[in-house]
């Protein structure tokens, strides 16, 4: 019964923050038995020269081995995407998916002049600075040791890494990824001049979402809500 609990209440997670969350856990659960990180990690060698194209979104999924750094990483990532899916892109799949398409396509061709190998940490930078810039008035419980207002999470995600002895070049990447989405997104376009830059592709819209409905359209009188009357007699 838990099990079933458990599997209904993630079926009510939006569809984006389930299907990225779910391939991360499996393809964490594959490496356990099946395969290997070497299988999984970003060289560009292997996958212009040898075809492994795979290993252009692998690298986003795998955040190591089962211990305290892959489930502070899943807590994170659920966390902040399923925030941003339920709140800033909220009917919105189709521009979160491209912004997760942008944000990959940056972070790989970003991730060449650094020697990166796995971004799924990067990534999960950029969610949160998203989500930080468009909340600036939520306040932040960090741990129950900090409170501090949502734009420094980020900063404060960083120094965290930087105790546990892990090199924030990714964190940078995922931040300054994540402000070049925001300044584009949202900062731009409310210039004087500005106009928005990143539009999402129209096979994305008419795949993801709802189709709109068109404010021309007249419904039938059987169509509208309340009572039908029968036709009138002959």
Same mark, same amino acid.
């Given at each position: 019964?838990?099990? +079933? ?6 079926? +009510? ?13 499996? $393809?964490?659960? /594959? ?24 290993? *252009?979104? $692998?690298? =986003? ?8 750094? =892959? ?17 800033? =892109?909220?009917?919105? $799949? ?27 940490? /990067? ?17 932040? &419980? ?13 900063? #404060? ?10 090199? %924030? ?5 995922? %931040? /300054?990824?994540?402000? %070049? ?8 376009? &409310? +210039? ?6 990143? *539009? ?9 979402? #709802?189709?709109?409905?068109?404010? &021309?359209? *007249? ?16």
């Amino acid at each position: 019964m838990a099990w +079933q609990g458990l599997a209904a209440e993630f079926q +009510q997670v939006p569809a984006v923050t389930r299907a990225y969350t779910a391939a991360c856990v499996l $393809t964490t659960a /594959a490496v356990l038995e099946l395969l290997s990180p070497f299988q999984l990690y970003f060289n560009p060698h292997l996958v212009f020269r040898k075809f492994q194209v795979w290993r *252009l979104v $692998t690298n =986003f999924l795998f955040f190591g081995p089962l211990g305290f750094s =892959f489930f502070f990483n899943m807590l994170f990532v659920f966390r902040y995407c399923r925030m941003l899916e339920e709140g800033s =892109f909220r009917g919105r $799949t189709a521009d979160f998916v491209f912004m997760f398409l942008f944000g990959g396509v940056l972070m790989t061709l970003l991730g060449l002049l650094g020697s990166l190998f796995f971004l799924g940490q /990067a990534l999960m930078a950029m969610l949160v600075y998203v989500w930080s810039r468009r909340s600036p008035r939520v306040r932040v &419980n960090f741990f129950g040791l900090l409170t501090f207002q949502a734009p420094f999470l980020p900063w #404060a995600l960083m120094g965290f890494s930087l105790l546990l002895g892990n090199s %924030i070049l990714v964190d940078l990447l995922g %931040i /300054a990824v994540g402000h %070049i989405y925001y300044f584009l997104e949202d900062v731009f376009p &409310n +210039q004087p001049g500005g106009k928005r830059l990143l *539009l999402t592709p129209s096979f994305l819209k008419l795949l993801l979402d #709802a189709p709109e409905e068109d404010p &021309n359209y *007249l419904p039938l009188p059987e169509e509208q809500p309340g009572p039908h009357l029968p036709p009138p007699q002959q």
